[in-house]
T-cell receptor, first 114, second 112 residues
Framework: AQSVTQLGSHVSVSEGALVLLRCNYS??????LFWYVQYPNQGLQLLLK??????LVKGINGFEAEFKKSETSFHLTKPSAHMSDAAEYFC????????????FGTGTRLQVTL | DAGVIQSPRHEVTEMGQEVTLRCKPI?????LFWYRQTMMRGLELLIY????????DSGMPEDRFSAKMPNASFSTLKIQPSEPRDSAVYFC??????????FGQGTRLTVV
């Protein structure tokens, strides 16, 4: 079975600082990997996805993630945090060939301070 | 397109009552998913449909839960009878077959 593990349920950064949210996956075959963002009282919005093409994936709002097979990781980064980035972020995995049957991690709540 | 539309946004009901959650997927999408989000268990896939046919309902917690998709533009998730532990946010998502999932804003269910 496929799964993802998100390290750190809460991350706090200063505005302008680097954002790093960690995700490790477990899969016997190359998976598809995703990062979603959830703002308060909202649904989930896709930030970016890895579907076995380029290992460095750029998403919306300045976020990017790098697929590292040797480390089974798919960490999310943004060079400079903005107050509007405060939200909950979910890493997810799906079987190769589908981008919608998702297994989610437990989420990381990002706080951005002045 | 208005996106995935769920109703109601909030539902408060008494234990033992029947609850029906509704979802209108994005027009043209042929896959539909129901997820549940709780503090304890996070986001869980309950059931998904392809072309209105249930494909995998292994995530449905128990027989009190049922889901239908009578046509391509409508799906329901029903809980009968409801229990306090069913309190959660229920999300519907739709996609083109194997494509990106688009989520609705969710229904926050409280069972008292």
């Amino acid at each position: 079975a496929q799964s993802v593990t998100q390290l750190g349920s809460h991350v706090s950064v200063s505005e302008g600082a680097l954002v790093l949210l960690r995700c490790n996956y477990s899969s016997s075959v190359p998976p598809y990997l995703f990062w979603y963002v959830q703002y308060p009282n909202q649904g989930l919005q896709l930030l970016l996805k890895y579907t076995s093409a380029a290992t460095l994936v750029k998403g919306i709002n300045g976020f990017e993630a790098e697929f590292k097979k040797s480390e089974t990781s798919f960490h999310l980064t943004k060079p400079s945090a903005h107050m509007s980035d405060a939200a909950e972020y979910f890493c997810a995995v799906s079987p190769t060939g589908t981008a919608s049957k998702l297994t989610f991690g437990t989420g990381t709540r990002l706080q951005v301070t002045l | 397109d208005a996106g995935v539309i769920q109703s109601p946004r909030h539902e408060v009901t008494e234990m033992g009552q029947e609850v029906t959650l509704r979802c209108k997927p994005i027009s043209g999408h042929n896959s539909l998913f129901w997820y549940r989000q709780t503090m304890m268990r996070g986001l869980e896939l309950l059931i998904y449909f392809n072309n209105n046919v249930p494909i995998d309902d292994s995530g449905m917690p128990e027989d009190r839960f049922s889901a239908k998709m009578p046509n391509a533009s409508f799906s329901t998730l029903k809980i009968q009878p409801s229990e306090p532990r069913d309190s959660a946010v229920y999300f519907c998502a739709s996609s083109l077959w194997q494509g990106e999932a688009f989520f609705g804003q969710g229904t926050r269910l409280t069972v008292v």
